[in-house]
């Protein structure tokens, strides 16, 4: 119990004026109508259990007092704590949340609910949301995703390996007709998916409708060309009416794909999206963007992995989920344990892509698929984009690195057929980024 200064010495009622213990329950036994939440938390004087009913409070139905009158419905829909323990230097608590307190289908509300003011709480020193168990009972309101991975690889012919993908880099400045250029490029050299960076959207230099006009037709050519299928991860993040616009303008052009930034965007604008995305048989690439605010500090945030929980919950249908090799955030167990994750079965919400990106290279390619195997969407965009021979010398020596791995060959073995490898293992060689 915190008393405060500001009481000023007043006689105190014997009432109880706090009940966050009434949210503490160890005994208690979660059922099929409880979704359970994990949470690790470091307490700022009061004591673990407290410290943990006041989460389950904030985060269900209570404030910092006791209240006048409790309607049934809030007594049914109390949050309990049902397990604690020490964690390093805080505490690690399972809280069951009756289903009661979450609107149907809406990933929005759940996250302002377990993911909301509970953060902001003084009593909280550092609280870090860890991972959710939708029962079947609340899964069951949401779609997943329209296609995943198997639906991916179906329309785009490409059984085994994994698919690759790069960025026009720089991230920003080619005109469309430069960046058509460099598509044609790209795509010839055996990119499968071309992708807008996440901050390419549109601009007076590049309007987001005059590259779609010119982008999709290079796509058809090359196709024709190589007769492999291509795809546009095109970049429609914006304001949601914007990208309405934009996505029904892709598939008017035939395209396959949208990508969204989902974090900046936010959950209500990839919910919409997702049924936006629907009737245009469109699948949503997810990119990442600012998640690192709060999925970086260990003591404090969202995992990643409840993250992308949520976006294969709602139906994206590739995430960036980390290399454990390049310049970006993520250790090779995190990685690991949300790719397993995204690839296994999950009631009726299908297994998605896995997207590696941040850093790569053809150096490193053979650790990459070691580590996660061939169901990811690696995409490199200066590790190809820097080949000293330009765009298609570069994606060639991506694509001749991944069929090395693939043929169980060395990268030098493979190099000894392919000169664009080998230049690409010249600047490069197995440079880790940083
Ligand atoms: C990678 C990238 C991606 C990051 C995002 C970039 O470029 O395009 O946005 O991979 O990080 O802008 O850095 P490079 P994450 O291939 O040139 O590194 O995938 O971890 O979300
Ligand atoms: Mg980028």
């Not at 009940?19 to 690790?40: A, C, S, T």
């Not at 060309?225 to 914007?242: A, Q």
């Not at 994750?341 to 698929?369: D, R, Y």
């Amino acid at each position: 119990m915190i008393y405060t200064a500001e009481k000023g010495g007043m006689e105190m009622s014997e009432e109880k004026i706090e009940w966050y213990m009434d949210f503490v329950d160890l005994d208690y036994k979660p059922g099929r109508d409880d979704l359970v939440v994990e949470f690790y938390f470091e307490p700022y004087k009061v004591s673990p259990e407290e410290a943990a009913g006041r989460i389950a409070s904030e985060s269900s139905i209570g404030t910092w007092t006791t209240l006048w009158k409790m309607p049934e419905m809030a007594k049914r829909s109390m949050a309990r704590v049902f397990h604690l323990e020490p964690s390093g230097e805080g505490y690690y608590t399972k809280i069951a949340y009756p289903l009661t307190l979450f609107e149907e289908g809406s990933f929005v509300q759940f996250m302002s609910a377990i993911a909301g003011n509970i953060f902001g709480m003084k009593a909280i020193k550092t609280l870090r949301f860890l991972d959710f168990h939708p029962p079947y009972e609340y899964l069951r309101h949401f779609k997943g995703p329209q296609y995943g991975l198997r639906g991916i690889r179906s329309f785009m012919g490409i059984k085994e390996r994994p698919l690759t993908a790069t960025v026009p880099k720089p991230k920003m400045g080619w005109n469309v007709d430069e960046y058509a250029e460099i598509a044609y490029e790209l795509w010839s050299g055996g990119i499968d998916l071309l992708k807008d960076d996440e901050n390419f959207t549109s601009f007076p230099f590049n309007r987001f409708e005059e590259r779609v006009r010119k982008l999709y037709r290079v796509k058809e050519r090359v196709e024709r060309e190589t007769g492999e299928k291509k795809e546009y991860l095109i970049n429609i993040t914006g304001p949601v009416h914007k990208m309405i616009e934009r996505a029904e303008l892709v598939a008017d052009y035939g395209g396959k794909f949208i990508m969204i930034d989902i974090v900046v965007s936010g959950w209500a604008a990839l919910q919409t999206m997702r049924e936006v995305a629907e009737d245009l048989e469109l699948a949503i690439h997810a990119h990442r963007a600012m998640h690192a605010a709060f999925t970086k500090n260990p003591k404090h945030g969202i995992t990643m992995y409840a993250l992308a929980k949520g976006a294969r919950l709602i139906g994206v249908d590739e995430i960036h989920t980390g290399t454990a090799v390049g310049k970006m955030e993520g250790k090779y167990e995190e990685v690991r344990k949300i790719n397993g994750f995204l690839l296994s079965p999950w009631e009726h919400i299908k297994p998605i892509f896995p997207v590696a990106s941040g850093g790569l290279h053809p150096g490193l390619m053979e650790e990459l698929i070691r580590l996660f195997g061939k169901d990811l969407v690696i995409q490199a965009g200066g590790g190809v984009m820097g080949h000293p021979d330009g765009p298609k010398a570069g994606a060639k020596a991506l694509r001749d690195s991944i069929d090395a791995v693939i043929e169980g060959k060395s990268l030098e073995e493979k190099a000894k057929e392919s000169p664009e490898l080998k230049k690409a293992l010249d600047k490069w060689g197995y440079l880790k980024p940083i």
